[in-house]
């Protein structure tokens, strides 16, 4: 299946969907749990989203309709991606179910820091997939800024999300809006965070509660998943159980393509040899 141009062929049973972590946030650069905190990007992750977005038209990608969350950062992303796909008409939904998982009391506090504090439960609270980090109080400073949003706007802000609540709600958002996306043979992006991602991986590849802790999605990379007509991801896995394929190392084995990595933040570009 040709990965450029117009929509889907049923016939051939296989579907294709691109994933895509943010650019580097303010916060992702001085190690900072992010949660529901609507902090912008870094420089350097406008940067890595275009380039992001070149690599994605470099590969022949072309797109029909793009799903991302309300937080800034994930929607500064998804724009600049399609400007640098040269595909900046592409319808686009938003939606808070495709925010990053709340992280509580632990938003905005230095994760390094918080670990040597709090010892290895944080490492717990991190990675893995059942246990939910201490609820945000009033006192917080996030919580009026959240508790007050317009974009939560009748919405049951959670306090705190283990992975697995994450999951929850990022997957009754893939059924009801990008599964049917998908089935009308459009050729889908999805522009979320790394806990979202992680939870939808987790429960597209049957990953395990154990092995989803060494999954770690990296800002600005695309990476693909070839779905069957079942809508179950075809294809092998690496040694977590994934079966997502990164564009870049994808495009490393076109020998018409140069696929250079940037040393400053671990961007992509790709251009013709």
């Not at 989203?49 to 994930?74: C, M, N, P, Q, Y």
């Not at 439960?121 to 917080?140: D, K, L, N, Q, T």
């Amino acid at each position: 299946m040709s990965a450029a141009g117009g929509r889907e062929s049923k016939a051939e049973g296989v579907y294709t969907v691109v994933l895509v972590r943010h650019g580097l946030s303010t916060f992702n650069k001085f190690d900072m749990f992010t949660g529901w905190c609507d902090c912008p990007l870094s420089e350097e992750g406008m940067e890595e989203a275009a380039e992001s977005g070149r690599l994605l038209a470099a590969a022949g990608l072309k797109f029909d309709v793009a799903h991302t969350s309300v937080l800034k950062r994930a929607c500064t992303s998804l724009h600049r991606m399609l400007e640098g796909a040269a595909q900046p008409w592409v319808p686009i939904k938003t939606s808070w179910m495709l925010n990053e998982r709340h992280y509580g009391a632990l938003q905005g506090q230095n994760k390094a820091a918080t670990e040597q504090r709090l010892g290895p439960i944080v490492h717990e609270w991190r990675r893995g997939y059942a246990v939910a980090p201490p609820p945000m109080e009033e006192s917080h400073p996030h919580w009026t800024l959240i508790q007050q949003d317009a974009r939560y706007a009748g919405v049951d802000i959670p306090l705190s999300e283990s992975l697995r609540d994450t999951a929850q709600r990022v997957l009754k958002y893939w059924r009801a809006e990008v599964v049917p996306d998908v089935l009308a043979g459009k050729k889908v992006l999805v522009v979320a965070h790394a806990n979202t991602l992680r939870a939808l991986v987790h429960a597209l590849d049957g990953i395990d509660d154990e092995a989803i802790k060494g999954l770690k999605i990296p800002t600005g990379r695309p990476f693909i998943y070839k779905l069957d007509a079942n809508l179950q991801p075809v294809g092998e896995v690496d040694r977590h159980g994934f079966r997502g394929r990164y564009v870049d190392t994808l495009m490393q084995r076109n020998p018409r393509y140069v696929v250079q990595r940037c040393s400053s933040h671990g961007g992509t570009s790709c251009a013709l040899k």
